[in-house]
């Protein structure tokens, strides 16, 4: 069962990327600018030179980590649950959101500035819209089985079954393939002519925009909507299930007992704050009344800082992920 739905998977994301790339080929013959060029943070030479070994630092840790992750949780007996299972998926997100933008971005700083071609700038984009659109919709998996875990745990087993999370898990990567592709085609049938030059470090969808001879006025209203299933519809399920959660702890008696019970769940109500935050922050702020600076900012948030800090605010406050790092080191396997 394992086998067929990651070979369905896999095919049908290497599906999307091979027709992605198809149309990326036939838009650069409809469009004027080949190249795309990357402005970057406008610092002083000095002040990149500082940065670049930082964001090195951060984005090889980045990548460690959460491959520690998941080979924690394949490796050890005691990790195979459904939260770890979870877990497993969202540092596997995380390493291709970081490996998606980082890299870039420290091509940024090394030479203050660099070039893309349209194509890599749309593929850029694409993966980039799929892990952060599959993040919002494992985020909200992951409350669904906190608020079972906790809310129903008579229930809990023989509901969320292995068979359960794996189709839980293909579908939210299906639509986030899905939702990713929409957007990317979109901006394929954009022409792109003139100014060729992006004041930030990676593909987004305003930055391109500007960048479009066309009107743009059909993808913001795509995008506005789409934002719906992607953004608001996951908020609202995540905070009925913390608020469902959070009755049934009041409910516990002993204090001991509700820190316990709130310990299960306080990691990812703490990725859920900082990633639905800075995502909230920046819709939430004008884009005409919005620096660059602060888009820049907020952008590195939630594409270099959230994936660097997963596996530190699951590590660090799970037992069971210390036990098992405790038990690869010792040579046992339980």
């Known amino acids: 069962m394992k086998s067929i739905h990651s070979a369905f998977f896999f095919f049908f994301f290497f599906f999307f990327f091979v027709l992605s790339c198809d149309l990326v080929t036939e838009s650069i013959y409809n469009s004027d600018v080949t190249t795309i060029f990357f402005v970057g943070f406008q610092n002083h030479e000095i002040i990149n030179v500082l940065l670049f070994p930082f ?110 999370c794996v189709k839980l898990v293909l579908v939210s990567w299906l639509f986030s393939c899905s939702v990713a592709l929409i957007l990317t085609l979109s901006m394929y049938q954009l022409h792109f002519c003139g100014l060729n030059t992006v004041n930030h470090f990676f593909c987004d969808l305003y930055p391109l925009m500007e960048l479009s001879c066309s009107d743009v006025s059909i993808i913001q209203m795509e995008a506005t909507v789409l934002s719906i299933p992607v953004l608001v519809v996951p908020f609202l399920v995540i905070v009925v299930s913390y608020t469902c959660i959070a009755l049934a702890i009041l409910k516990i008696s002993s204090i001991s007992g509700r820190v316990k019970t709130f310990s299960t769940c306080s990691s990812h109500l703490t990725v859920v704050s900082i990633f639905y935050g800075t995502l909230i922050t920046m819709y939430m702020i004008p884009k005409r009344g919005q620096s660059q600076m602060i888009s820049k900012t907020l952008a590195l948030l939630y594409t270099v800082f959230t994936p660097f800090l997963n596996p530190f605010i699951y590590s660090l406050r799970n037992k069971d992920i210390k036990q098992a790092l405790r038990n690869i080191l010792y040579n046992k396997r339980v």
């Open 55 to 164: 964001f090195l630092i951060i984005y090889c840790v980045t990548i460690c980590g959460n491959l520690l992750i998941i080979a924690l949780v394949s490796y050890s007996k005691g990790l195979h649950s459904p939260m770890y299972f979870f877990l497993s998926q969202l540092s596997i997100s995380d390493i291709m959101l970081s490996t998606d933008v980082s890299p870039n971005m420290l091509n940024v700083l090394l030479h203050e500035g660099t070039s893309i071609s349209l194509s890599g700038c749309m593929i850029q984009y694409y993966f980039f819209g799929l892990s952060e659109t599959f993040e919002c919709f494992l985020l909200t998996v992951m409350s669904y089985d906190r608020y079972l875990a906790i809310c129903s745990p008579l229930h809990y087993a023989s509901i969320m079954n292995h068979v359960l």
